[in-house]
């Protein structure tokens, strides 16, 4: 490649193999910098590639040109240190879908930038990119983006303990109302029971005997979730050596221990004495070795054309039910029963506040009236008011 240093060494002017016009390049504030002169004489070319660099070189010192590390710099070493980090926290399937996120969306946008030019105005307007970009011309999700931002923040804060930016800007996004909170999709104790009649016919009498095996399957997978409140996800990792059927001391009844491993790394579980016969089951069906998963295939299909024939696919507020609902299931049915939140949110691997957020907000049976319909004695109405100040 012909090639010609100008300025000392600090402007090239070179010309590619096959390319009409000469190109030109310097390294300026910590990254290369290069355009096509658009000419084909050398003369001419060395004459704008000069003027280039001389505005380059003034935009830098009056500031217009941040100096610093970029976000694809920043982006690579956060990926070799969060591999190395979260092994054995983080599922490898997680792991690679930060990369992802990183490679497809957020270095094709911010990688050329220094990490300084980064400003909540920036990433204002990445939220604008990506809605007017999108391919299905509908807007993403509002959680697509939201984990699009989780691996920008967390590349930040890599820079961030570099000592590559001072502080991570404010990433949360502007115009947000407090909107409603979306309770997850559940089923109801009648329609639960729907379902499980539903699954238990088609498993006695499936509409063809090739897919016996699959619908008793489906029928011992629902009446298993919904009487341990495992993600589905849990339940796909669950092998048979993670589960013993043991006599509760506290209660006397016969009961699954699970030994979960979710999201949240190992976790325990203590069923319902509906989980049992289901999980027996399954065993004998299967003539199960220690090592083998409960529910080795997916239940995708057959599951929602059962809520089809049932008209459950969707809860009154439009809610999609999926194999999630029936952790939900478990949950409200448990708060039903009275059990104890603290009780059933350590059972179920999540947080009290979790659990009155999105749950509890379903059962009116959960708000004690006697402790809200307080009234005052009529016979002394104003000494209460009196003896509270005091």
Known sequence: MEKHALIGGRLHVYKREGSRYRQCSTYLAGKNRRISTKEESLSRAKDIAEDWYLEL???YRAGGIKAGKTFKFAAEVFEREYAVITDGQRSPKY???QSDRLRVHLIPFFGSMVLSEITSGKVQDYRVHRVRTSKTGQPPARSTIHQKIVALRQVLKTAQRHGWIDHVPDLSPPYKTSGKIG???WFSQAEYRRLYTATRERAKAPLNNRWRWQCEQLHDYVLFMANTGLRPDEAARLEFRDVAVVKDRGTGETILEIEVRGKRGVGYCKSTTGAVRPYLRLRKRNNAKPTDRLFPGSHRELFNTILAELDLKF???????TAYSLRH???????????DIYQIAKNCRTSVEMIE????AHIKTSIDAAAINVRRSQS???GARQ???S
Not at 315 to 321: H, I, L, M, Q, S
Not at 329 to 339: N, Q, S, V
């Open 57 to 59: 070189r003034g935009k």
């Open 95 to 97: 792991v690679a879908s």
């Open 183 to 185: 309770h997850r999709a």
């Open 315 to 321: 809860d009154r507020d439009g809610n999609r039910r």
């Open 329 to 339: 299931t478990y949950i409200c049915l448990r708060l039903m029963e009275g059990a």
């Open 357 to 360: 957020k999105f749950y509890a």
């Open 380 to 382: 002394d109405p104003g």
């Open 387 to 389: 003896r509270r100040r």
